[in-house]
């Protein structure tokens, strides 16, 4: 009897998914058809916010030591109306956002369908938005916003991991702002996700669990940072990862900014990451943009990566700066903040990692072979991701890297495919290998310089 209640359980679980992919995928294609101002008023409008996601409590956040649990619930899961066998614990954290202050986090996890598990898989999302309300706990707790629906698509790249057991924990890992591109409070959000995790006993995760960490694109982006500060922030969280899988790596910033400069679909990003990251340290960068740059600016407060894709074809950064500040390295207070985002300039990890990159952007509209970047998947530039993992590789990190010949989004399924057995065997105790030797020669990962 228990074997067949398993069984179906296996079954419901597989059957929601392909429901939901049946779902998204129009939905998705509606999105993308929709002209640019309609995409982005839509990113606007918002549900009322849901009142657990606030911290209202009487003593300070800064008070309570990075990773203390605020308040929790558990709620039932389901999608495209279809009821999983599924329950989610939602925890309110205390962390630390870009400018090392204490705010409330949120993360919600899968509790594994064993009933308790030594096995923890931290998967960071690629909601990638603007908008607080699009962030992944928001959607498991019933929220439409268009923006928030990835989370329900990384749920079924999750299933391998659910159907063995595991638990996963799934953060909004941009914080309560949404700040968008700052790699450090993403990372941080990510650790203290996992030392709330391990202090409520309803998630089903053994005090003794091992922890893995995986992410694609913005994922990515939580993935490397949390794996880079864990030593010094979370040691305590950094002696129970056994490894972490990326895929769609952002390395250098600055690098990133040349590269998609008049890109079809992704020129877009530009002005999204300016708005991020000038929210995340509290900078006005409104002084040295152009006209039509301050209205895509004030335009994108709010919006999310859907709303932005395709949305400002061959769009350039000297369209959307003052004449004067046509070379980003102009504007001293833009070259300190991207510099900070840089983890080819950060120590390295401690843990096993495995990277996978695409080399073929062109098919995502971005022209390849600039000098001094060279080819990329259309987004992220695969000689930044060389140098950081031979960096890594000469600090003694078991690296597994891996190129593959399609653009950002094609990669996914090959990443994917290669990223789910590595950490599965980094958890069953298979030492890591690495193929340092063979990576090809990458582009220099200096901080940028003010000209």
């Not at 995409?39 to 309570?64: E, I, M, N, Q």
């Not at 925890?91 to 986090?105: K, S």
């Not at 268009?146 to 079924?156: L, V």
């Not at 794996?227 to 056994?242: E, G, H, M, Q, W």
Request: with cysteine; net charge positive; hydrophobic share 45%.
């Amino acid at each position: 009897m228990l074997e067949t209640a398993h069984h179906r359980r296996r079954r419901w679980i597989l059957t929601a998914v392909v429901a939901m992919l049946a779902t998204l995928v129009p939905a998705g294609q509606l999105a993308q058809a929709a002209p640019p101002a309609d995409r982005l008023a839509a990113a606007s409008v918002a549900a009322t916010p849901d009142p657990f996601f606030t911290y209202t409590g009487a003593k300070p956040l800064a008070d309570h030591a990075p990773g203390a649990v605020l308040k929790k619930r558990t709620i039932s899961y389901s999608i495209a109306g279809i009821e999983l066998p599924l329950s989610v614990v939602q925890i309110v954290f205390r962390t630390t956002n870009q400018r090392g202050q204490a705010v409330a986090g949120v993360t919600s996890v899968f509790k594994p369908l064993t009933g308790t598990t030594t096995k923890v898989m931290s998967y960071q999302s690629f909601y990638d938005s603007l908008n607080p309300e699009d962030g992944p706990s928001r959607a498991l707790a019933g929220g439409m916003n268009p923006g928030a629906m990835a989370a329900h698509f990384e749920t079924a790249l999750m299933v391998p991991f659910l159907l063995q057991g595991y638990a996963i924990v799934l953060s909004d890992t941009q914080g309560p702002t949404a700040d968008f591109a700052a790699g450090p409070e993403y990372g941080m959000v990510t650790l203290d996700s996992l030392r709330a995790t391990l202090k409520v006993p309803a998630t089903g995760v053994a005090p003794s669990a091992k922890i893995g960490l995986v992410g694609y694109s913005g994922g990515a982006i939580a993935t490397n940072w949390a794996s880079v500060l864990a030593p010094a922030y979370a040691p305590d969280i950094n002696k129970r990862l056994v490894g972490a899988a990326e895929g769609g790596v952002l390395v250098r910033p600055a690098t990133n900014l040349t590269y998609v400069d008049g890109s079809i679909v992704w020129a877009g990003i530009v002005p999204m990451a300016v708005v991020g990251v000038a929210r995340s340290f509290n900078v006005d960068l409104r002084p040295y943009l152009s006209t039509y740059g301050v209205s895509v600016y004030n335009k994108m407060q709010k919006a999310s990566i859907i709303q932005v894709l395709g949305a400002y074809p061959g769009l350039t950064w000297k369209k959307l700066v003052k004449p004067q500040y046509t070379d980003p390295s102009s504007i001293p207070i833009f070259v300190k903040l991207v510099n900070q985002l840089n983890l080819g300039t950060r120590p390295n990890p401690t843990i096993p990692m495995f990277m996978g990159q695409g080399v073929v952007g062109e098919l995502e509209g971005t022209i390849g072979g600039k000098p001094g970047v060279g080819p990329g998947d259309g987004v992220m530039v695969a000689g930044d991701v060389r140098t950081l993992a031979k960096k890594y590789c000469s600090g003694g990190v078991q690296v597994t890297h891996r190129e593959y010949p399609l653009s950002h989004f094609l990669s996914v399924p090959l990443w994917l495919a290669e990223a789910v057995p590595w950490l599965m065997a980094r958890f069953a105790g298979t030492p890591a290998t690495n193929n340092c030797s063979s990576i090809k020669a990458g582009n220099p990962l200096p901080a940028l310089k003010t000209s």
